[in-house]
């Protein structure tokens, strides 16, 4: 699959996944592509724990109100940034982190596998904090994303997007040619 068809593919998927273990080759080559993200000054703020314990999967899993996406996930990536300034006193661990984990979202799709993004679910009930210390995450990083790994169960499409004309413009905002 090009990159075209899995940025078209590409979709936000939170019921349950098949029960079909992902290789670790395909673990792999997924965290590969977030790796070679970009990163602001090469600072490389993101790292990576990839679960595919069983065990590990259900501890996580149990931290969310019965989401079918993490109880029947068979991986997750954490994603864990580090917050240090690189440039003055400004961090890009947040940029790095979504710039990773977009490269990651289309390798998942071109691998056949769906994923969601959970971001702000991690935000509550210190499940971020938890979650870390689960993985011995130290305690300066902070776990930002965790994408749950499997095949869709069920089927799935990308939401509708606002067409170009109302999203981009050339050469000035909102501009009329």
Known sequence: M??????EKRYSY?????????PREHLRKIVEAGIRAP????????SFVIVDDPQLIHR????FENKPVCTTAKAMIVCV??????????SFHIE?????????????????YATVWLDGALRYNRIAERIGEMLGVPPHLQVRILLP???????????????????????RWRATE
């Open 81 to 90: 940034t580090d917050p240090r300034p690189v440039m003055g006193n400004v």
């Open 96 to 112: 790095d982190c979504a710039a990773a984990v977009e490269n990651m979202l289309l390798a998942i799709t071109a691998l056949g």
């Open 14 to 22: 939170r019921g349950p996944f098949r029960d079909i273990p992902i």
């Open 60 to 63: 996580i899993a149990s931290l």
């Open 2 to 7: 090009d990159v075209f068809e899995a940025i």
């Open 39 to 46: 990163s602001g000054k090469n600072a490389q703020t993101t």
């Open 149 to 171: 790994i499997g095949v869709a169960a069920e089927p799935g499409q990308q939401r509708e997007k606002l067409p170009f004309e109302k999203r981009a413009w050339f050469n």
